[in-house]
């Protein structure tokens, strides 16, 4: 099992940068797939990042890619969510789930949720 915590969200001007931290509990992070959703008001769930326990797959939103870069240190049980060129339309409260799936697109595979973090970008 394991517990969630983000952190480093904040408030920031479009075309800034935020890194989000997610730091896991447990002795088996590293067999988990790490993924970052976010919700803004009104709107569902969406995907924007992924990562496979070890590191070697990576996947991305389309409005991400070039922009949001996931990474992981499995030794600090830990997976960021560096964010650069942040637009309005960024701003979501971002979720950082484990998994052992196979679809790591997908927020329904996904068992283990953090409580989230508000990234907000002003224009």
């Known amino acids: 099992q394991l517990q969630l915590v983000e952190s480093g969200g904040g408030l920031v001007q479009a075309g800034g940068s935020l890194r989000l931290s997610c730091a896991a509990s447990?002795?088996?992070?590293?067999?988990?797939?790490m993924g970052w959703f976010r919700q803004a008001p009104g709107k569902e769930r969406e995907f924007v990042a992924a990562?496979?326990?070890?590191?070697?797959?990576?996947y991305y939103v389309d409005s991400g890619k070039g922009r949001f870069t996931i990474s992981r240190d499995n030794a600090k049980n830990t997976v960021y969510l560096q964010m650069n060129s942040l637009k309005p339309e960024d701003t979501a409260v971002y979720y950082c789930?484990?998994?052992?799936?196979?679809?790591?697109?997908?927020?329904?595979?996904?068992?283990?949720w953090g409580q989230g973090t508000q990234v907000t970008v002003s224009s």
């Open positions: 447990g002795r088996t992070f590293s067999t988990y797939a």
């Open positions: 990562i496979s326990g070890l590191g070697r797959n990576t």
């Open positions: 789930a484990a998994g052992q799936v196979v679809d790591m697109t997908s927020s329904r595979l996904y068992s283990y």
